[in-house]
């Protein structure tokens, strides 16, 4: 359960910026529909593996939502002319603290990087959650070579290491946690 004070849906939420300038509405919900484009894109951003994973993610979310059981994760694409362009969500573990919120699949099309998109993506989806009432956003990532860009791409926007689990992949790299307060550049 969110915060009651400020718990919106994030429809209403990107309602009430309409009026307002943000970068925001730029984001669409996902739908069911993008699965195989977005699996793509996350195949490409990091690797097939990480797709394959993405696209059971996909799968077992998307079943929720038609029974009407909510997962706890939201999903939002960034659309492009031809094709999607990004990827990011929220994923609140409702046995968690009510004001903590996870990003659940973060992925960017490679051909975009280093122009600033990224920064636009996490912001954006960092806005949804400050306007959901979440105050402490965390970040999963990994010590393995593979993973150090998006290591440094998140201190580089202000997330900080909170943690690590030793030996949590089978190749024995480590889980990193990253955190970020969201009351701070709110």
């Not at 996909?58 to 909510?70: E, V």
């Not at 960017?108 to 996490?122: A, T, V």
């Not at 593979?146 to 190749?171: E, K, N, V």
Request: with cysteine; proline share 5%; aromatic share 12%.
């Amino acid at each position: 359960m969110r915060p009651a004070q400020k718990q919106r849906s994030p429809a209403a939420f990107d309602q009430s910026l309409s009026g307002g300038i943000s970068l925001v509405p730029c984001l669409r919900p996902m739908v069911e529909s993008d699965i195989d484009s977005v699996v793509n894109l996350i195949a490409r951003a990091m690797n097939l593996d990480e797709g394959n994973q993405a696209r059971d993610t996909f799968a077992f979310h998307f079943s929720c939502k038609r029974y009407g059981i909510d997962d706890g994760r939201t999903y939002y694409v960034l659309p492009g002319p031809a094709a999607l362009k990004g990827i990011a969500g929220l994923h609140h573990y409702h046995w968690g603290p009510q004001e903590n919120v996870w990003l659940a699949w973060f992925a960017l099309d490679p051909s975009l990087h280093g122009q600033g998109l990224g920064k636009f993506l996490l912001e954006a989806v960092a806005t949804k959650a400050r306007g959901l009432g979440f105050t402490k956003f965390f970040i999963e990532t990994y010590s393995t070579p593979a993973f150090a860009r998006a290591r440094a791409f998140y201190q580089a926007q202000g997330f900080t290491q909170a943690g690590s689990i030793h030996s949590y992949l089978p190749d024995g790299g480590n889980m990193v946690v990253f955190s970020k307060d969201l009351t701070i550049d709110a």
